[in-house]
C-alpha cells in the first residue's frame, strides 16, 4: 500500500494554482516514478504525519531542491508557538522556500453562499477558511517571530530572504446528486467523489453494489479491488454504528469490475 499512497498524494491536485487568499501554491515538482524507491513509513502516525514522510521523499529525490529543516517546533521558554513544516533550498532559483504542507479531505456544503467557506470536514470540524488563515497569519509569520529568526540564523539565513508557500492539496467531494457546483477560486479538478446522509445510503439505489471502509491511511488512495467488499445490507450496520459515535466514514463503492467510487456519510 505504501506505493499506492505516494501515488495518491502524487495524483492530488492543487487546491488551488499560483496565488489565491495571499497565499502562492508551491509547484510540485514532476517525479519519475520509474527511478523512485518509495521508503515506508509508520502507519499508525496521523495522516498528516504520513503525508510529510512521502513530501520530504519526494523533495529529497527532486534535484532542484534540498531540504534545509524540516519539523522544526519554534518554542518561546516552555510554550510552543508553532512548527516548521519545511524550509527548503531551491537550487535552480537560489531562493529559500518556507513550505506549510497541508492534505485536506474537505466535502463542499452548498448550504453556505461563500465558495471558500463552504468546504469542511466530513465531521464538521475542519474548516478550509480558518486553516488558510491560519497558514496566512499564523504559520506564515512563525520565522518572523524572535524564535523563527534564531532557528533560521543558526542555518546561516536570513528571515528577510524566505519566500512563503504553501502544498497544499485536497480531496473534494460534493453533494449527492449535485453537479453544477461553483468553487472558483478553487480547483474543479480536486472533485473526486461525493457526500450523502445516511437515509440516503440507506435506499435502493445503493443495494446492488459493495463497498469498503478504508482505513485512514488508505483514503489518499484510489480505490481497487483488492480489498474485503461487503454487501449493502452488512454496510448498513458498520456505517450505522459510526453515526451513534458521530464519525463520518470514508466509502469506496464497487459499481462493476472496473467502476469504484468515493464518498463520506455524515452523520448530521
Not at 466530513?122 to 518572523?144: R, S, V
Request: aromatic letters at 14%; glycine letters at 2%; charged letters at 20%.
Amino acid at each position: 500500500m505504501v506505493k499506492k499512497q505516494y501515488v495518491g498524494f502524487l495524483n492530488t491536485p492543487p487546491l488551488w494554482t499560483k496565488e489565491q487568499f495571499g497565499i502562492t501554491q508551491f509547484e510540485f515538482p514532476e517525479i519519475d516514478l520509474n527511478d523512485f524507491v518509495p521508503r515506508p513509513f509508520p502507519n499508525n502516525i496521523r495522516l498528516g504525519h504520513q503525508m510529510e514522510h512521502v513530501f520530504k521523499q519526494f523533495i529529497t529525490h527532486d534535484i532542484n531542491y534540498r531540504v534545509v529543516l524540516h519539523n522544526i517546533p519554534v518554542r518561546a521558554g516552555n510554550q510552543t508557538l508553532g512548527e516548521i513544516d519545511f524550509v527548503l533550498k531551491d537550487v535552480r532559483r537560489n531562493q529559500i522556500v518556507h513550505v506549510e504542507l497541508t492534505y485536506k479531505f474537505y466535502i463542499i456544503n452548498t448550504h453556505i453562499s461563500e465558495p471558500i467557506h463552504r468546504l469542511m470536514g466530513p465531521n464538521k470540524k475542519d474548516m478550509f477558511f480558518t486553516k488558510m488563515e491560519k497558514i496566512k497569519n499564523q504559520q506564515f509569520q512563525l520565522l518572523h517571530s524572535e524564535e523563527g529568526i534564531d532557528i533560521l540564523k543558526n542555518h546561516s539565513i536570513s528571515h528577510l530572504e524566505v519566500t512563503h508557500e504553501a502544498c497544499y492539496k485536497a480531496q473534494l467531494f460534493i453533494p449527492f446528486k449535485e453537479t453544477n457546483i461553483n468553487i472558483r477560486p478553487l480547483n474543479k479538478a480536486c472533485i473526486i467523489g461525493f457526500w450523502l446522509r445516511f437515509d440516503d445510503f440507506n435506499s435502493q439505489a445503493f443495494q446492488e453494489y459493495q463497498f469498503y471502509v478504508p482505513s485512514k491511511s488508505e483514503w489518499v488512495i484510489r480505490p481497487h479491488d483488492h480489498v474485503n467488499w461487503q454487501s449493502h445490507f452488512d454496510m448498513l450496520i458498520e456505517i450505522n454504528l459510526r453515526m451513534l459515535k458521530e464519525n463520518a466514514p470514508m466509502v469506496w463503492i464497487k459499481k462493476s469490475a472496473n467502476q469504484f467510487e468515493k464518498c463520506f456519510v455524515v452523520w448530521w
